[in-house]
């Protein structure tokens, strides 16, 4: 088992940008493909990025290809979310996931056992 902790999210000027991160606990970290996803408010939570064990395979929503990064780092037990040129459509609370699963896709919200509590990034005006 592990737990998931997120931090750094917060208020965001658009077209600014910011730096999720996710540590995990428990069971070591490279067990598990990580996630990010995220919800707006009164919508569904949706993918936002997924990131292999070895951290050698990405994979992004269209909506954040080119302006997001997901990366990790086992020896430290944390997955980050670079997030970059950030419009209003990003403003959601954001959440980390870990999935023991093997999958070709690892959108679905279904494909991930453990979850954080989230963080809420938010947009200035």
């Known amino acids: 088992q592990v737990q998931l902790v997120e931090s750094g999210g917060g208020l965001v000027q658009a077209g600014g940008s910011l730096r999720l991160s996710c540590l995990a606990s428990?069971?070591?970290?490279?067990?598990?493909?990580m996630g990010w996803f995220r919800q707006p408010l009164g919508k569904e939570r949706e993918f936002v990025a997924a990131i292999s064990r070895g951290g050698d395979t990405t994979y992004y929503a269209d909506s954040v290809k080119g302006r997001f990064t997901i990366s990790r780092d086992n020896a430290k037990n944390t997955v980050y979310l670079q997030m970059n040129s950030v419009n209003p459509e990003d403003a959601a609370v954001y959440y980390c996931?870990?999935?023991?699963?093997?999958?070709?896709?690892?959108?679905?919200?279904?494909?991930?056992?453990?979850w954080g509590q989230g963080t809420q990034v938010s947009l200035s005006s």
């Open positions: 996931a870990a999935s023991v699963s093997y999958s070709r896709d690892y959108s679905a919200r279904t494909l991930y056992d453990y």
């Open positions: 428990g069971r070591t970290m490279s067990s598990y493909v």
